[in-house]
Nanobody, 123 residues
Framework: QVQLVESGGGLVQAGDSLRLSCAAS????????MGWFRQAPGKEREFVAA????????FYADSVKGRFTISRDNAKNTVYLQMNSLKPEDTGVYYC????????????????WGQGTQVTVSS
């Protein structure tokens, strides 16, 4: 069992940056693939980024590639999402998720989810 708590969301203007953090409980953080998802009002939750257990591999949605960077610090049980050049269409609730195993997946096949943090980008 792992609990995930996101932080770092807020209201920013287009072009600004934000860094989201997701702190995980437990001593087995390094055994999980970690992912970030987001859900805009009236839309389904969508994949944003994922990172391998040792941080050696990452994968991004096309919509954020080149602007967002996912990273992790296994010593701190934390995964990050650095978001640069934010756009109004990046607005939504951002969730982190943990998945047992090695495979980076882009769908909902994650085992644990956080409560989410709101990101609002004004134009």
């Amino acid at each position: 069992q792992v609990q995930l708590v996101e932080s770092g969301g807020g209201l920013v203007q287009a072009g600004d940056s934000l860094r989201l953090s997701c702190a995980a409980s437990g001593r087995t953080f390094s055994s999980y693939v970690m992912g970030w998802f987001r859900q805009a009002p009236g839309k389904e939750r969508e994949f944003v980024a994922a990172i391998a257990r040792n941080g050696g591999g990452t994968f991004y949605a096309d919509s954020v590639k080149g602007r967002f960077t996912i990273s992790r610090d296994n010593a701190k049980n934390t995964v990050y999402l650095q978001m640069n050049s934010l756009k109004p269409e990046d607005t939504g609730v951002y969730y982190c998720a943990a998945r047992v195993g090695n495979l980076l997946v882009t769908d909902n096949r994650y085992d644990y989810w956080g409560q989410g943090t709101q990101v609002t980008v004004s134009s």
